[in-house]
């Protein structure tokens, strides 16, 4: 099968055609505000403060992933946060620059020149404009579903997550490997439970003892703090949904990986070496783990939701200050009750007898590939973004 694209220097293909504006701060907000097509990556700008090595080389990491990825046509890379800032050489402008330009794509550094931030602010946009200029001439042109990175994640679990929903996703999974394509899945602290399940369908030994390493190292962690994990997750709302132990939900959330042997365990916006299926070590939050996908080189992320503990619209918040279209999803009735207007695809009607979960797969396979062509989702129509989050496990000094 295939979809429209567009095609990078490096052979991948890309669904959308942005002009990235890197690092976060003012410099590449007030780019963004004034120049249509180029997107920024809102977070902290003080991220690396006081951040050990181990953390800065992973928010480093993350800047040039999300640099190299398919779907930006072209960076610029700013000061940073401010005109004076003096950043860790780990994300340090020009390291940034050097690591995405191995892409092929062009990149643009902004000096600061010594200038004060408004006069760097009308450099920049400058520049952002010729560099959109210059990816508008970009055409689309058919390419084969094998050159599909997508990434997924299930929130606010319930019964019908691991009964319908992530089935659904899973069987998308298993299409996508099967065509050559590559799919990550993750969430460290939702296979506690379950990681023998997925250690069962690592490809060696060695990928095995990964995901076992992961599991054991989140329990770890936060018996370090004196607390059970199991008292702290399943959440409240999973609770109230239906689900009464970690396990079970966990035996639930695995299923959205799909059932093809699992080529590798990545760490959190590390690129996968090759096409397949991927363990990534990451956390559960919508807005740190669509980042790190989008780093890792997804085109499209998935979120499964089930939402029968909500009270009200949980599809408010977005993650539109990625480069990645983020596709909702739901299989419960109740949810698209609540907020179908906020869904991309509904699977429910596999609960209401009127698919299978092979015929929603296929449903969703199409749409996806619909949306790897032009059509936007539904988070893409807001203009509204909300801050993501660097996922780091060291103490801040």
Not at 132 to 139: D, F, G, I, Q, W
Not at 318 to 329: D, Y
Not at 370 to 384: L, Q
């Amino acid at each position: 099968m295939t979809f429209l694209g567009y095609e990078r220097p490096d052979g991948s293909f890309g669904v959308r055609n942005y002009v990235l504006v890197i690092p976060s701060g003012i410099i590449a907000d007030e780019i963004c505000h004034f120049v249509t097509g180029t997107k920024t990556i809102v977070t902290p700008t003080d991220a690396t403060t006081g951040r050990t090595k181990t953390d800065r080389e992973t928010i480093g990491r993350i800047y040039v992933g999300l640099g190299m990825n398919p779907n930006v046509a072209s960076v610029l890379v700013t000061p940073g946060g401010g005109a004076g800032a003096t950043p860790y050489p780990e994300t340090a402008p020009e390291t940034l620059a050097r690591e995405i330009a191995r892409s092929g794509k062009r990149v643009e550094l902004l000096r600061g020149n010594g200038g004060d931030t408004m006069e760097i602010i009308m450099r920049g946009i400058k520049l952002a404009r010729e560099l959109r200029y210059e990816a508008s001439k970009l055409r689309r042109k058919p390419c084969p579903d094998s050159c599909l990175c997508i990434g997924v994640k299930c929130g606010n679990s319930d019964p019908t997550s691991g009964m319908v929903g992530n089935p659904v996703v899973g069987y998308v999974y298993d299409k996508l490997v099967e065509a050559g394509g590559a799919a990550l899945f993750g969430e460290n602290t939702e296979i506690i439970g379950a990681e023998q399940v997925l250690a069962r369908r690592a490809v060696s030994k060695a990928v095995a003892e990964g995901i076992l390493r992961v599991a054991h190292e989140t329990e770890e962690r936060a018996k370090s703090t004196g607390e059970d994990i199991r008292t702290i997750n399943p959440v409240p709302a999973n609770i109230r949904a239906g689900i009464t132990t970690l396990e079970e939900k966990s035996l639930g959330a695995i299923h959205k990986a799909g059932t093809k042997p699992i080529r590798g365990v990545l760490k959190y916006g590390e690129r996968p070496k090759g096409r397949g299926l991927y363990f990534v070590d990451n956390w559960a939050w919508t807005l740190s783990i669509f980042m790190g996908y989008a780093a890792a080189g997804a085109q499209i992320v998935l979120y499964q939701l089930g939402g029968g503990g909500l009270d009200g619209d949980s599809c408010l918040y977005q993650t539109g200050n990625t480069v990645a279209p983020l596709v909702w999803c739901s299989a419960n009735p109740k949810t698209l009750a609540m907020s179908g207007w906020n869904l991309d695809f509904y699977s429910g009607t596999v609960i209401e007898g009127k698919e299978t979960i092979k015929e929603a797969g296929k449903r969703l396979y199409s749409m996806i590939l619909d949306v790897a062509s032009g059509t936007v989702t539904r988070t893409e129509t807001m203009n509204h973004t909300d801050p993501n989050e660097f996922y780091t496990l060291e103490p801040v000094f």
